[in-house]
């Protein structure tokens, strides 16, 4: 619990902190986006796929992942394709530990 909010890892408080430290703006797990959307098939009712990342900010987004899970590699590729879709520019980052949050910090703040 840091500022109030509850995050589901050391690791995604650690980055919560180090952005707000660097003076980096990006709000915690604020959207889901629509992967899949819901539809029938032979009569089964098939549930959406949806994808909430960690942290979006101006033009990018921070995934932490301390352990990647089966059926993450799926979903995140599908993540792309839905913003490649929009045709969107955004910087996708993916962080496993202090060290590439903090270099991910670094080039948030060349930009």
């Not at 301390?66 to 394709?81: A, C, E």
Request: glycine share 6%; hydrophobic share 35%.
């Amino acid at each position: 619990m840091v500022d109030g909010i509850a995050f589901k890892s050391k690791l995604e408080a650690y980055c919560y902190n180090q952005l707000k430290a660097n003076g980096i703006e990006a709000l915690y797990e604020p959207q889901s986006f629509l992967l899949i959307p819901a539809f029938e098939y032979q009569g089964e009712k098939i549930r959406k796929m949806t994808y909430k990342p960690d942290f979006v900010g101006d033009g990018f987004i921070i995934e932490c992942k301390g352990q990647i899970t089966d059926s993450f590699p799926l979903r995140w590729k599908i993540f792309k394709y839905t913003l490649h879709l929009t045709n969107s520019d955004t910087k996708l980052f993916i962080v496993r530990n202090h060290k590439q949050i903090d270099e991910v910090i670094t080039k948030l703040k060349q930009k």
